[in-house]
């Protein structure tokens, strides 16, 4: 069955320290990518997503990703990081062709400490 | 747009009781998704309308939960009888298309059953 993963459950970085979450999916198939924030109490937000095109994918926030179909990964990034970073990250995949259902992976909770 | 509406935005019950969760999708959109978040296991769908008509409810715990879509404007998540178990953040989200587009979530219900 597809799925995503996601590697990192919990990561604490200093302010200005880079990120970089890992995510990575299970299927041979055309897949619609997303990252998903959600602030302590806040419903979810979309960070970015890659439908096609550049795998280089800028978001709001000074995030990024970047989808490398030969290792099924979409891997989220930020140089440098902020004590309002601090939230959870969700990565999401549309498995195009199976039903259209957005699977979620499990989420990091990133801590950023000031 | 005032984005996807979620009534009420929190809720306490008793055991037995019935509870019913409201949806508001983004106007336009055609599809419609119900979640629930947990902290034992994360965000899971529950069940998907595209154009008012259920896609797929696999997710749907049991006989307790259902769901309708009467109209493009409106859905309703009920839980009777509600159980403790059933304690979560109910969200619900809309995409344009089929739902394989980007989904933009409700700000969710916080359901709390006694």
């Known amino acids: 069955a597809q799925s995503v993963s996601q590697h990192n459950h919990h990561v604490i970085l200093s302010e200005a320290a880079s990120l970089e979450l890992g995510c990575n999916y299970s299927?041979?198939?055309?897949?619609?990518l997303f990252w998903y924030v959600q602030y302590p109490g806040q419903h979810l937000q979309l960070l970015l997503k890659y439908f096609s095109g550049d795998p280089l994918v800028k978001g709001i926030k000074g995030f990024e990703a970047e989808f490398i179909k030969s290792k099924f990964s979409f891997n989220l990034r930020k140089p440098s990081v902020q004590w309002s970073d601090t939230a959870e990250y969700f990565c999401?995949?549309?498995?195009?062709?199976?039903?259209?259902?957005?699977?979620f992976g499990a989420g990091t909770i990133l801590r950023v400490k000031s | 747009d005032a984005g996807v509406i979620q009534s009420p935005r929190h809720e306490v019950t008793e055991m037995g009781q019935e509870v019913t969760l409201r949806c508001k999708p983004i106007s336009g959109h055609n599809s419609l998704f119900w979640y629930r978040q947990t902290m034992m296991r994360g965000l899971e769908l529950l069940i998907y309308f595209n154009n008012n008509v259920p896609i797929d409810d696999s997710g749907m715990p049991e006989d307790r939960f259902s769901a309708k879509m009467p109209n493009a404007s409106f859905s309703t998540l009920k839980i009777q009888p509600s159980e403790p178990r059933d304690s979560a953040v109910y969200f619900c989200?809309?995409?344009?298309?089929?739902?394989?587009?980007?989904?933009?979530f409700g700000p969710g219900t916080r359901l709390l059953v006694l």
């Open positions: 999401a995949v549309n498995f195009l062709g199976y039903g259209n259902k957005l699977v």
């Open positions: 299927y041979g198939g055309t897949v619609n």
């Open positions: 989200a809309s995409s344009a298309g089929t739902g394989a587009e980007t989904q933009y």
